[in-house]
């Protein structure tokens, strides 16, 4: 069983420095050999790639644009009305994923628009969906890469996002039936159950403790030392993303990740 592969995430990690490019270095200071960024494109792509091959990391997943933030938009893929600017978007992922280097790009469904029912909306949204999604895995293979989709809770994170567990999103990758597209998978309940069944169409896997949302081994209802052990046993290749709130600092907070490396080596 090899040892599991962390990457840090560095739209929430060290948030005491500025910018990405800081946050990387720290990163590739602090032992990881991945990073992941939700939004890079504020930053040129090519300082960014450079900063991470100088830390040396490896960019392993970016999100396509979240759309108009002050709109409380959060992605487009299944927003109803917004294909072009997903499709537009989707094209700049791409741009930034073939200059990081990165192989990953998760495509963000985005929310039930605002003061609409979600069972209503349901079947819309699926559709454009669905439609969105073999536009990207068409555009994605051209250049190697694999699409991603997250579940968001939302009953704790996200109460108006469209796609909310895992067995939603497995059933729309089947619909879609593309082998480039792929689940990203956060630890939400009936975890041993969900990792053996959905782990077989998982490209990424992302954690934090729960409900606080703070290093794993920070209090809380999850029993990480069982789930990664989990993880191992059932041959988990894939990386696993570093996507919590530290608590304090964020070096002093990643004692977890070193007692980890120190028993099972940093691969």
Known sequence: ?????????????????????????AAGRSGFKAAEVGWPYAEPPEVLARVAQEAGLQLVLINTPPGDREKGEMGLAAV???????REGLEQAVLYAKALGCPRIHLMAGRVPQGADRAAVRSE????FL??????????????LVGLLEPIN???????????????????????????????????????????????I??????????????????????FPYLFQLLE??????????????QGDTVEGLSWLRSYWDRRGNP
């Open 125 to 128: 949204m699926e559709t454009v």
């Open 154 to 200: 939302t009953r704790v994170t996200d109460a108006q996002y469209f796609l909310d567990t895992p067995q939603q999103a497995a059933a729309i990758l089947q619909k879609v039936g593309r082998p480039n597209l792929q689940l990203q998978m956060i630890m939400d309940g009936n975890l041993t159950g969900n990792i053996r069944e959905f782990l077989p």
């Open 233 to 246: 046993d059932e041959g988990y290749k894939g990386f696993v993303g570093c996507e919590y709130q530290p």
């Open 80 to 86: 109803p009305g917004r294909q072009a600017a997903f």
């Open 1 to 25: 069983m090899a040892p599991l592969r962390f990457s840090a995430n560095v739209s929430w990690l060290f948030p005491e420095l500025p910018g990405l490019a800081a946050r990387l270095q």
């Open 131 to 144: 439609e969105n999604l073999r536009h990207a895995a068409g555009v994605l293979a051209q250049e190697n």
């Open 202 to 223: 998982v490209g990424h896997v992302q954690v934090a403790q729960v409900p606080g949302r703070g290093e794993p081994d920070s209090p809380g209802e999850l029993n």
